[in-house]
């Protein structure tokens, strides 16, 4: 650490298929200087995220004096209308039942910072002579807890690229985003940040695809990290479509290559209440002139850059050459 010259981030994980394609990414990038990883809980408990995350820094061969601090291990507040949360706040149908496609990857000795993940989130932005992005791609507890604990952090975010979120309907509901969805008091609290936001949303997330083709010889690779990107990209595969996403991954390309980005400034706010739209991201498209009669007009929502289309096939090749 310290060596490299490309734009300095840290990521925020639930390791997690697509977070794990991501790390890969995130440690090959010459464009990128990883500072630090912290974990959450999302699609799976806070123990095998982080167990997943240091196995997966290995494969990528990332420096061992990284730091990976653990946070989070349930949102803020428990969800008010599921009857079984622990069923249903995870997504191990989606990761595998280890969160990590079932690879049985070495155990990591890579050591875990002693600090909870907000004081090493405090610790390096502080720290650093240059600012920050930061790239949440889980439900984001550890953020909002960061910003209310020590929001003198803030002047030391350059950005926040977060995945999260949806234009147009969710994933884990009709309405809600999963990562939203988890924690959407914490994601209330991100959005209304005084930092620039990128939201990488659903409209964008599925759109970066490696073909199955590509992805196979991926995984006959001797490059460790393109290996295990072939591995996870296979489980992840879609057959009708012989081609699976890079998901999380996206939105670390987004930091590498934002101009492969179309963003629009709108105004997003967060559902917090609905029994059916809970997590919903609610992003406002109209016209100033439309919204004169909006009885919510005196309670401005925060604008984030919001991801409305993606050049996919330059991410994808991105993420293929930089992990292979
Ligand atoms: C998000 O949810 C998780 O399952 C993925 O890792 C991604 O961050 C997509 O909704
Ligand atoms: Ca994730």
């Given at each position: 650490m310290g060596l490299q010259s490309g734009r300095p981030v840290v990521l925020d994980v639930d390791t997690g298929v697509d977070d794990a394609l991501a790390l890969l990414l995130a440690v090959n990038s010459p464009d990128l200087d990883l500072r630090g990883v912290t974990c959450v809980a999302g699609n799976t408990g806070l123990e095998p995220v982080v167990q997943n995350t240091l196995r997966v820094l290995d494969v990528a061969g990332a420096p061992l004096d990284l730091p990976v601090a653990a946070g989070a291990r349930r949102p803020l507040l428990d969800p008010?209308?599921?009857?079984e949360p622990a069923a249903t706040q995870t997504a191990e149908h989606v990761h595998g039942a280890d969160g990590?496609?079932?690879?049985?990857?070495p155990e990591s000795t890579r050591p875990l910072d002693r600090r909870p993940a907000v004081q090493l989130l405090r610790d390096l932005l502080l720290g650093s002579d240059t600012p920050v992005t930061l790239v949440p791609l889980a439900p984001m507890t550890n953020i909002a807890l960061l910003l209310r604990t020590y929001p003198e952090v803030q002047e030391k975010i350059e950005r926040i690229v977060l995945m999260g979120g949806a234009v147009n309907g969710g994933n884990v509901t009709a309405a809600a985003e999963f990562n939203v969805f988890a924690d959407p008091e914490a994601a209330a609290v991100v959005f209304g940040a005084d930092v620039p936001i990128t939201m990488y949303g659903l409209d964008v997330f599925y759109s970066v695809r490696v073909s199955e083709t590509e992805a196979t010889a991926m995984a006959a690779s001797d490059v460790p990290s393109a290996r295990l990107a072939g591995q996870l990209l296979l489980f992840r595969m879609n057959g009708e479509l012989g081609s699976a996403e890079i998901g999380d991954a996206g939105a670390v390309a987004a930091v590498i290559a934002p101009d492969g980005l179309t963003t629009e400034a709108l105004p997003v706010r967060v559902e917090l209440e609905g029994r059916y739209t809970r997590g919903c991201t609610v992003v406002d498209r109209r016209?100033?002139?439309?919204?004169?009669?909006?009885?919510?007009?005196?309670f401005p929502a925060p604008v984030l850059d919001v991801a409305l289309g993606v050049d996919a096939i330059r991410y994808a090749k991105l993420f293929v050459e930089t992990v292979s």
């Open positions: 008010p209308h599921i009857a990590l496609a079932d690879l049985g990857l016209a100033e002139s439309d919204k004169d009669w909006d009885p919510h007009r005196g």
